[in-house]
């Protein structure tokens, strides 16, 4: 089944999106589809702190595993808290432009980085929506230097 969801802060994006083929392409998908980084392994071991209802339910809608992300990627500094971008592809397309994308921790915006994000033999067109996860404590045993 085809739809069409709102996304964005103010909902001002339009993306179409196959729900079927994108929970089948999620159902075929191995592993948490993330970064094995340290700082990626630190936002997984408390992933479900940090995916929003809100989050989790427009996801479910879509088709897409929330648990599943196809990238995450750390933001801040040694002593800032961590931030992360949380990205997932979809089956479908963005159809309406609501304008310049804005992350936030409570809503998906459509991910438009030049970085390519696509399910594994699935079908295509897919667009790519993402979240911001603020203030992410570290709980992992050993932090690394940043620059590790």
């Known amino acids: 089944m085809v739809r069409q969801f709102r996304v964005g802060r103010r909902h001002e994006h339009v993306v179409e999106i196959d729900i079927d083929a994108t929970r089948d392409a999620y159902n075929r998908k191995e592993g948490d589809g993330g970064c094995s980084c340290v700082w990626c392994r630190n936002l997984r071991a408390q992933f479900e702190v940090f995916v929003p209802d809100p989050i989790r339910m427009a996801l479910a809608e879509m088709g897409v595993d929330w648990r599943k992300p196809g990238e995450t990627t750390s933001l801040g500094?040694?002593?800032?808290?961590?931030h992360y971008t949380v990205e997932y592809a979809a089956i479908g397309r963005e159809i309406s432009d609501g304008g310049q994308q804005e992350w936030g921790p409570t809503w998906l915006c459509v991910s438009r980085d030049a970085q390519?994000?696509?399910?594994?033999?699935?079908?295509?067109?897919?667009?790519?929506?993402?979240?911001?996860?603020?203030?992410?404590?570290?709980?992992?045993?050993?932090?690394p230097e940043f620059s590790e």
Do not use: R, S
Not at 77 to 82: E, K, N, S, T, V
Not at 123 to 135: M, R, S
């Open 77 to 82: 500094g040694p002593d800032a808290p961590l």
């Open 116 to 143: 390519p994000l696509t399910l594994e033999n699935a079908a295509k067109p897919q667009v790519k929506l993402g979240f911001l996860a603020f203030e992410v404590p570290w709980v992992l045993e050993h932090k």
